[in-house]
Each structure stands twice: as C-alpha cells, then as structure tokens.
C-alpha cells in the first residue's frame, strides 16, 4: 500500500489522430486533449481542423473531453463531418 490513499485519479482523455498517407514530411500536433501523427499537409490540416471544431463546441457547451461519454462523442465527431467505419 503506498499511501493508504482511497482517491481515483482524474479521469483524462486524447483525441488521437494518425494519418496514413504521407508527401514525405513528418508532422506532430499536439493539443491539451489531442495528438495528431502524419499525414501529408492536407490530411493533417483536415485533422487539425476537426479537432479544434471540436473543441469549440465542447467549449460552447462547458464540457471538457473526459466529461464527454462515447454517444455524446460520436455526435460531435458527426457533427464535424468524422465518421465511424462500419464494422465488418
């Protein structure tokens, strides 16, 4: 036992992006609640946009990303034009 303590750490969240093509240069993005990885500059200009939309509209909304439960994502993520693969 470490510290007899009892409390749960804070709950965190990421947003993770990862492109998959490439025009050979290596790009990062970090954000308080995101990590964008590659892509050529178009893809990663399109991720970098739907995170920060995203972002805005948890803002309007007074949440932060760990507040935010999976339906409730997947609504943002829809409403910024991301969608989910369908599964085979």
Do not use: Y
Not at 11 to 18: E, T, V
């Amino acid at each position: 036992m470490a510290n007899g303590s009892n409390k749960k750490a804070p709950r965190k969240a990421l947003m993770l992006g990862l492109g998959l093509d490439s025009d050979g240069h290596k790009r990062l993005t970090a954000g308080a609640n995101f990590l964008l990885l590659g892509g050529s500059q178009e893809t990663h200009e399109v991720m970098t946009e739907k995170v920060i939309k995203i972002n805005e509209k948890l803002a309007a909304k007074g949440r932060q990303l760990e507040d935010v439960g999976r339906e409730e994502f997947d609504e943002l993520a829809r409403s910024v034009g991301l969608r989910r693969p369908a599964r085979p």
